[in-house]
């Protein structure tokens, strides 16, 4: 039996108190993360389980980056006219109805979030959502959350949707194909079952303001139809290397910067204005945050469930129940730590299974589907999540603020019954489940 240590309980204090800080909103966000993560680093140099280098380390380049480039080419396209373009017709097409207008939305970005990353989804969605439901005159709350939750679920579809998958998928080489084919079924149940429950929870917010969508259609056009065409052709470079980035092994970032590169060459912007579009204090405090579950990560507190599961794995008759547990246990930690860290933790202890006869591929299905809807429960717990808690501020809309409390009135209900809805599918296709 492994003994919580001393570095553990340090660890989790400081993430503890760096959360209930956050949550609480006594401070800015990113100050409370910036905090917490020099608080691990110190406690963490002075204990002995944590330095500075592994900190720097502990920072995910890859996600800030893709960040930061996505956000520039965000930036570029606006003054173009396109999102005012798309807002309108958008609205146009839904009739004005807003449970219709949700429904849609939420659609496009699940299946987008499918083939690309579900942050680069929410980046593009979260403006042109703000944007469509001023000209309707309804709060854009309901719908950045609802885009932020489903992108995470249609994320866990595939294998390029979310980074965990990757992780799983290369570590347990698995296809694309299998991938989709294996958690194609518990996705689809899941975001049907979710759809409807927003609808339910939303439904004093969905409320038509009696604004004629026709009328808005003739008024808003493209501003700048050379420069859109220049911004389309950069994004479009990013998405074809968004689906072949594994093939040529290229990190998501790198993709993202080459577009960014193009977009820059051709429009020549004034860079200190582009600048000042990056959203610097959502980078800021993923930095801060990436810093604190580092810590956590080498205090060994993670490790601690992982070495419990596969105790309880030895045994055949329990494979369903133990792939259960990591379904859930993984979930609920990634609601309120990366999953990045706990997806990193379990793939060597899950492939450490199989040299004792047994058969691990149910394990990595449950653990695609915890991570994948996990992030759902709280405003920390995806990026996505963040960035849409981001734009409802940047909105100057004082009813669109999603604070944590609101993400988590909504939030948790939607992962606790993701979760019964993915672990009824698997335990009746569990056949399904025991390969990879």
């Given amino acids: 039996m492994q003994i919580i240590t001393p570095e553990m309980w340090t660890s989790a204090l400081v993430l503890v108190v760096s959360y209930v800080l956050i949550f609480s909103e006594r401070m800015h966000r990113t100050i409370a993360a910036i905090l917490g993560a020099v608080v691990m680093i110190g406690v963490g140099m002075w204990m002995g389980f944590y330095t500075q280098e592994a900190a720097v380390l502990a920072v995910d380049g890859n996600t800030i980056l893709l960040l930061a480039a996505m956000m520039m080419l965000v930036a570029l396209l606006r003054p173009t006219g396109a999102f005012d373009y798309a807002a309108v017709h958008i609205t146009h097409w839904a009739n004005g109805n807003p449970k219709l207008l949700l429904i849609y939305l939420s659609l496009a970005v699940s299946v987008i979030s499918m083939i690309l990353d579900n942050v680069t989804t929410v980046i593009v969605f979260a403006p042109l959502t703000v944007l469509i439901c001023r000209l309707l005159k309804i709060n854009p709350m309901p719908y950045l959350m609802a885009e932020a939750m489903l992108s995470n679920i249609g994320g866990a579809a595939t294998l390029v949707g979310d980074p965990p998958n990757l992780m799983i998928g290369s570590a347990a080489d698995i296809s694309f194909n299998s991938f989709l084919v294996h958690m194609g079924l518990p996705v689809l149940v899941v975001w049907v079952g979710t759809v409807g429950l927003m609808l339910f929870l939303f439904r004093e917010q969905l409320v038509n303001s009696g604004e004629d969508p026709k009328k808005l259609v003739a008024t808003h056009a493209i501003k700048d139809a050379q420069g859109l065409r220049r911004v389309l052709f950069a994004l479009f470079i990013v998405v074809v290397l968004f689906f072949i980035h594994h093939n040529l092994h290229l990190l998501p970032a790198y993709a993202s910067f080459i577009g960014l590169t193009v977009a820059l060459l051709l429009l020549r912007p004034d860079m200190e204005e582009l600048f000042g579009s990056v959203n610097w204090s959502v980078l800021f405090f993923f930095a801060g945050l990436f810093i604190i579950v580092g810590g956590v990560e080498s205090s060994g507190l993670l490790d601690l469930f992982g070495h419990m599961l596969a105790t309880l794995a030895q045994d055949p008759a329990m494979l369903m129940l133990t792939g259960l547990l990591l379904m859930w246990v993984a979930a609920i930690l990634s609601a309120v730590v990366d999953n990045i860290p706990f997806t990193v933790t ?40 963040i960035i849409a808690v981001s734009e409802s501020e940047k909105s100057g809309m004082p009813e669109a603020r999603i604070s944590p409390m609101i993400w988590m009135r909504t939030g948790l209900p939607v992962m606790f019954f993701g979760l019964i809805l993915a672990s009824l599918v698997y335990w009746l296709f569990f056949e399904l489940f025991t390969t990879a």
């Fill in 346 to 385: 379990m793939i060597p202890i899950i492939l450490g299974l199989e040299s004792s006869g047994v058969n691990i591929a149910p394990l990595w299905w449950a653990l695609a589907l915890g991570v994948g809807l996990g992030g759902n429960g709280t405003h920390l717990g995806a990026t996505a999540n």
